[in-house]
């Protein structure tokens, strides 16, 4: 399904997830679950927003039946950035030691408890994780501590994948750390939570659950990679079986509750739907991995001008990273067509089950995106959040610094093919 060709195809993939707990009121008993771990002081990391609605303090309150002594950091920066990590990292340090995290918020929380996490239980600093060209790319030494992911929006899959995302502010591009032992020990899903999440919030978290489905689907086949050996084994391993499944029944939740979701936000059933789907879509993408649209959302967000998105903190510039990964996205499904026509197509039936395929079988699933967007109130593009075509040059040398993701990307892709993907993506409809 591939038009990459290697010489000593891969015969192995690898699949990963937490532990997991599901449903309304899982997050009562985090207290309970702690104490299996025989821990007995814990950092609750949370944003200042989240921690205004009391939320995290309520999970903080209930260990103390555990004798569990629990402390809430509400320093998390919307969008981590180097500088915010390290200022959390530092603040974990001088209050430590901690035998335990649990993140309660967002992808932006989860992700900086786990930076957290691993350069508290580790040695240097944190652009020496951080994934090549940008940082070392090192490997973590040490084993980590345990940590429990307790997601408040429905996007980002956080709670299941590697994945740690962050701006790195002096190169103006956004990437990551990457690594297994980064992922959460135990994701406690929530719907109830969900159901302040606002619909803007809702709109562009909801188009990260989407994309993540939609690239780990039409990633790169495990079997297309050069073979590695067992030491070099990375959590992205290109699509297999068992990703294909979890990608599938996260588009196919998405058809009936998304826009139920922006649109009533107290739809209990289609906010379930949304945290099953963000979910399945990072137990998806957490091995399979993501390729395009996110490599192309990470310079759209970290070259960010003056663009101030509706429902998000207004104190600074930001383009959320869900949105960011939707402005490219249909057109960097038109790219990838070719590689395989028929995954292309079955995705879009999956999401748009009743609509029509059109002349050309490659406009498929760009229009059942386009449409989408559109409903949910999505900008019309890189150019309605602030770019136009001179920064096209900048976009693209962000995009192919992120060779982590490129490398899963089903065709070979070249600063030309990205640029076109960025110029007609300028405006979708």
Known sequence: M?????????????????????????????????????????????????AATGIPQRVADQMAQFDIEARVYDGVHVEPTDVSLVAAIEEARSTGPWDAYVAVGGGSSIDTAKAINLLTTNPGELLDYVNVPVGKGQAPSNPLKPLVAVPTTTGTGSESTTICVMDVIAARVKTGISHAMLRPTLAVIDPDLTLTQPPG???????????????????????????????????????????????????????????????HGDDEQARADMALAATFAGMGFGNAGVHIPHANAYPIAGQVKDFHPKDYPAGEPMVPHGMSVALTAPEAFRFTFEAAPERHVRAAQLLAPNAGLPTEAVDFLPMVLTDLMRDIDIPNGVGAVGFDEADVPDLVEGTMKQQRLLATCPREVTEDDIAGIFRRSMSLW
């Open 2 to 50: 591939s038009t990459v060709s290697p010489a000593h195809p891969e015969s192995v993939f690898t699949y990963g997830a937490p532990q997991l707990k599901f449903g309304s009121g899982a997050s009562e008993e985090i207290g309970y679950d702690l104490s299996r771990y025989g821990v007995r002081r814990v950092l609750v990391v949370t944003d200042a927003g989240l």
């Open 201 to 263: 919030v809702t709109a562009a978290s909801g188009m990260d659950i989407l994309c993540h489905a939609l690239e780990s689907y039409t990633a790169r086949w495990y079997t297309t990679y050069e073979h590695k050996t067992p030491e070099k084994r990375v959590p992205y391993c290109g699509s297999n079986p068992i990703s294909d499944m979890w990608a599938e029944k996260a588009l196919s939740l998405l058809a009936g509750s998304f826009r139920r979701a922006v649109r």
